[in-house]
């Protein structure tokens, strides 16, 4: 077990080592993701002319066949070209409330008077906070791998002026909270003497959350932090739900020192640019370090990340993915603030699928593929279906002339198979009776026109347009489903209903879902 628990521990190291420096490869210059770029029709605007195809930006990503694989869900055009950025922004803080999401941490990835383009938008994100809703909190992220080498008093300054915004996250007793990407890239007296700078020149006090890229010296930021956070990983090997060299064990040793512990929740990670990707096995990696917050006692849940289409790791709503990923946070979010398993008062289920086989040869002449990172979970071709139901039924998939049959527990459970070649669809029988159905827009072929080795994913509840798909079996239009007698409420969450016995609102801030967003 010791044997075992060293080499995962030193499989996370280099993993982690890698993510570090996967943040400088190809590319230098950083590049936000929002919901529009340009405000232009989505079918000829930056996305789809740039990031989308492998000769967009002058040709810079011909080699891996293109710079994304998704896209937020796509918005016509703004009539105010003065104003779309605001009121996009305003429309993700609205997504991520409706989905149960308390703040966003806002990378800092250059100075707020730089001349680039993405300068702004943290300005602007904090805008749209206090715009959408007062409770709606964002906590400030300086970026070490890029704005890392400025001085104390450079450092104290970027911080102090985002920091005055009313949306900006501070603790009950005044103190402003702030979680520096690779915090460890500064030492503990760096550190020290930005916070003199804040508080003397700037009349701000920190609450310092560090997030770490190596935990390993996470004792040395002890006496300055109020807790901890690290970046993590994004497969199911790396993000064990057992004991033994299990993640839980880093809460642990957070909480003994006094400490709040901010868990990582994560969903996959595919980055054509770094010609790097991990196997999340379908939707294993999300449900483990979900489980991995909420059983190992993590005080914050961090969802890394709500939009970082570069390394494929994005919540939010988009093309590929609709609703989905934030739809399943829903149950844990509402797990961790109440303490219980939340009853399921409807049936919903999820199909996830990747287009292609790991191995697959592409159309474009992709002469520097994605390789699996070393320490990640084996590559695989599976199909999964992630249920929640009220009671047991048969899950059956059809992929090309091949059918799957499953039985599916009440509660949450999963069932996998072998991808085959062909159109993917998947049906919940109760007692014989269609319940419900997924038909997946998108066919798993032979060889693919780029490299694309994310998983899609999609819902039996709802379309990636937030159109509710009608179930079958319903007898009214109450979509809540019955709450049990006693002080119970009903959280209608991204799309799921559950129930929950606590009716602790939205805003319970000791128990923070916060989202990485890149700004």
Request: net charge negative.
């Amino acid at each position: 077990a010791s044997k075992a628990q060293s080499e995962l521990e030193e499989a996370k190291r280099n993993l982690e080592k890698e993510l570090e420096a996967s943040e400088a490869a190809n590319d230098k210059t950083p590049n936000p993701f929002p919901v529009s770029v340009d405000n232009k029709d989505p079918s000829a605007d930056y996305y789809a002319n740039n990031w989308l195809v492998p000769t967009g930006e002058g040709g810079k990503h011909e080699s891996y066949g293109g710079y994304l694989r998704d896209r937020p869900i796509p918005v016509s055009p703004n009539a105010n070209k003065t104003t779309y950025k605001l009121a996009n922004l305003e429309r993700e803080v609205q997504q991520a409330i409706d989905a149960g999401i308390e703040g966003f941490i806002v990378d800092i990835l250059v100075q707020a008077n730089s001349s680039d383009v993405i300068a702004p938008y943290p300005a602007l994100l904090l805008r749209a906070a206090n715009n959408v809703d007062k409770r709606f909190k964002i906590v400030v992220q300086p970026d070490m791998t890029t704005i890392g080498k400025l001085s104390p008093q450079e450092m104290a300054r970027e911080i102090s002026y985002l920091g005055a915004f009313p949306s900006a996250y501070r603790l009950d007793d005044g103190r402003l909270v702030i979680c520096p990407y690779l915090a460890e890239a500064r030492s503990v007296d760096w550190w020290n003497q930005v916070f003199d700078v804040m508080d003397k020149t700037y009349s701000i006090r920190v609450a310092f959350i560090p997030l770490f890229l190596d935990t390993r010296n996470y004792t040395a930021y002890s006496n300055i932090s109020y807790g901890m956070a690290r970046w993590g990983s994004r497969s199911p090997k790396t993000n064990p739900t057992t004991n033994i060299g299990s993640p839980n064990d880093m809460s642990t040793k957070v909480h003994n020192i006094g400490k709040i512990w901010v868990q990582p929740v994560s969903v996959q990670d595919t980055r054509p640019r770094s010609f790097v990707f991990d196997e999340s096995q379908n939707f294993d990696n999300l449900m483990n370090t979900w489980n991995i917050t909420v059983n190992g006692g993590a005080d914050w849940a961090h969802l890394v990340t709500w939009n970082d289409y570069s390394e494929g790791t994005q919540f939010n709503p988009s093309v590929r993915h609709g609703w989905v990923f934030l739809d399943i946070s829903s149950y844990w979010i509402a797990k961790m603030r109440t303490g219980v398993e939340p009853p399921i008062v409807r049936d919903v289920f999820y199909l996830s699928h990747r287009t292609q086989f790991v191995s697959a040869e592409t159309i474009w002449n992709t002469t520097k593929p994605m390789n699996l990172r070393a320490g990640s979970s084996p590559a695989r071709d599976t199909i999964q279906v992630l249920s929640f139901l009220k009671s047991a039924g048969e899950i059956r998939v059809k992929v090309g002339n091949v059918v799957y049959n499953c039985t599916a527990n009440s509660g949450v459970s999963t069932c996998t198979f072998p991808l085959q070649l062909g159109n993917v669809s998947a049906q919940l029988y109760r007692e014989g009776k269609l319940v419900s159905s997924i038909v997946s827009d998108l066919e798993v072929v032979e060889k693919p026109f780029n490299q694309n080795l994310d998983y899609a994913v999609f819902s039996s509840r709802r379309d990636i347009n937030n159109v509710p798909i009608e179930d079958p079996t319903a007898e009214s239009d109450d979509t809540t489903g019955t709450p049990s007698s006693g002080n119970t409420s009903t959280q209608r969450i991204s799309g799921m209903s559950i129930s929950s016995r606590n009716s602790l609102g939205t805003w319970l801030l000791s128990l923070a879902i916060f989202m990485a967003i890149m700004y």
